[in-house]
């Protein structure tokens, strides 16, 4: 499985672009959860959100001097990462249902509404996919992560761990509007561990991104896990209920980082995604 190419690039802008754009972000999420105050947006509100993203990343690329054209990969890896998204998630079904018929503790079995009613998920993931996942990771991977890291260093192992590091803070972060605003839930522990794993998905993300330069294969694996395609619905109690996004999201980085270990391309954080294996890190 080949990184697409889409060539290295520099982010030039200083801080001033990737600030503006965070703050935008929120500021306009923050408005639209005080419109949505108990409950969930409208569809069309969803549709301007995903839109107001992708519009939003377009305008820091181009305020960069970075053709924003070049961060997608191309069709064809779109097929690979289908392929790949596909395959890890038949194989967590096998796993997840084998623990539930074997009485793991934590771990029973239940009928599957994606099973029952696979239209209905399809159209819940296309939904997910275009307007959330594809529009956050083109902002928040695509363009914040290289940005962050191209102000700690150009091309370097160090300056992308931050990158990834710093933009899995600020997604967690970003969620706070719809925590507080659109949800109506309060500080506790309840969103110290939503704000833990929504740090860990971001970590995650990155990682993902930071191996492989492939959008649509992050943003698949985003849209799955807002949508998880179980076919045999697993029901977990107690701590496994909590440590299983965890488990989840250490499988996916595990199972791209060895794909790509096997199939002989480039290793993990060769600097931002698009920089050769060439290039060497100055750590």
Do not use: C, K
């Amino acid at each position: 499985m080949s990184r697409p190419d889409i060539g290295p690039q520099s982010f030039d802008g200083g801080p001033l672009i990737p600030v503006v754009t965070y703050v935008l972000t929120v500021l306009v999420l923050s408005a639209l959860a005080l419109v949505s105050t108990g409950g969930s947006p409208s569809p069309l509100a969803g549709i301007a959100w995903g839109v107001f993203l992708v519009g939003l990343a377009v305008g820091a690329f181009l305020a960069e001097g970075i053709e924003p054209r070049s961060v997608v990969p191309s069709v064809r890896s779109l097929g690979v990462a289908l392929a790949v998204v596909t395959a890890f998630w038949a194989l967590y079904n096998a796993v997840a249902a084998v623990l539930a018929i074997g009485g793991v503790p934590g771990f029973s079995a239940g009928a599957s509404r994606v099973a029952a009613h696979p239209l209905l998920y399809l159209a819940a993931f296309g939904s997910s996919l275009l307007f959330t996942a594809l529009p956050e990771e083109l902002l928040f991977r695509g363009y914040l992560q290289g940005s962050v890291a191209s102000l700690v260093g150009e091309r370097s192992r160090r300056a992308t761990g931050v990158g990834i590091s710093v933009v899995a803070v600020l997604f967690a972060l970003f969620h706070l509007p719809r925590w507080f605003l659109m949800s109506g839930h309060s500080v506790g522990v309840d969103l110290a561990a939503r704000l833990l794993g929504l740090t860990a998905a971001g970590l995650a993300f990155g990682l993902v991104y930071a191996l492989s330069g492939n959008l649509w294969l992050v943003a698949l694996f985003h849209a799955t896990m807002n949508q998880p395609p179980f076919l045999v619905t697993v029901h977990t109690e107690g701590l496994v209920h909590y440590l299983l996004p965890f488990v989840e999201y250490t499988a996916i980085v595990a199972a791209v980082f060895a794909l790509y270990r096997l199939t002989g391309t480039e290793g993990p954080l060769f600097g931002r995604p698009g920089v050769s294996a060439s290039v060497p890190s100055d750590d």
